[in-house]
């Protein structure tokens, strides 16, 4: 167990709806990474937010968003949700902004039908 | 910009079987280097890693050296058991110490 908790495990939902995935970084950890993990595209980095602030982005989309709250928790929001979204999300946490370890959360995975 | 390259898989071994992952990599500067685990229905858990050139990471039996010359972190084990049956990432992590750059996986399926 690495600390870092997710919410929901699973979520199915339809194209063209919006859901909201969390995460709760370890305790101490400032900063909060998400990722995506798709058949097609492997895992990829989305984004990155520390201590509330985003401070890194990758390939995330612009249906995509995230935020990070004062208590350090952190959401990842899709809208307008097509089938090639149905992936596993992951999310890590670190104490730094620069770390050379990231601890991974066990995932939500989005099924879009 | 960063890539990653790792064998694909499935790799079928037997038990006690001898273990090498190929592993790959593009980046600029000297990024550090890691393997992660993925068993069935769950997370990723970090194996081990290497920050510097010539440095080896081992753990749980697994090993793995920075190979500067040839950008390779290639993932060795001497005797498998069937609950290394797991997918295997190798990743990068960028200079600005923020961002993983993962292979495709290899998925490893131990026999007994």
């Known amino acids: 167990d690495s600390g870092v908790t997710q919410t929901p495990k699973h979520l199915i939902t339809a194209t063209g709806q919006r859901v909201t995935l969390r995460c709760s970084p370890r305790?101490?950890?400032?900063?909060v990474y998400w990722y995506q993990q798709s058949l097609d595209q492997g895992l990829q980095f989305l984004i990155q937010?520390?201590?509330?602030?985003?401070?890194a982005k990758g390939n995330i989309l612009e249906r995509f968003s995230a935020q990070q709250f004062p208590d350090l928790h952190s959401e990842l929001n899709l809208s307008s949700l097509e089938l090639g979204d149905s992936a596993l999300y992951f999310c890590?946490?670190?104490?730094?902004?620069?770390?050379?370890?990231?601890?991974f959360g066990p995932g939500t995975r989005l099924t879009v039908l | 910009g960063n890539s990653v390259t790792q064998m694909e898989g499935p790799v079928t071994l037997s038990e006690e079987a001898f273990l090498t992952i190929n592993c790959t990599y593009t980046?600029?500067?000297?990024?550090?280097l890691f393997w992660y685990v993925q068993y069935p229905g769950e997370g990723l858990q970090l194996l081990l890693k290497?920050?510097?050139?010539?440095d080896k990471g081992s753990n749980k039996g697994f090993e793995a050296t920075y190979r500067k010359e040839t950008t390779s972190f290639h993932l060795e084990k001497g005797s498998v058991q069937v609950s290394d049956s797991a997918v295997y990432f190798c990743?990068?992590?960028?200079?600005?110490?923020?961002?993983?750059?993962f292979g495709g996986g290899t998925r490893l399926m131990v026999k007994p």
């Open positions: 290497a920050t510097k050139a010539d």
């Open positions: 990743a990068l992590l960028n200079n600005a110490g923020n961002m993983l750059t």
């Open positions: 980046a600029t500067g000297y990024p550090s």
């Open positions: 937010y520390y201590n509330g602030e985003e401070r």
């Open positions: 305790s101490g950890d400032l900063s």
């Open positions: 890590a946490s670190s104490i730094r902004v620069r770390t050379d370890t990231q601890y």
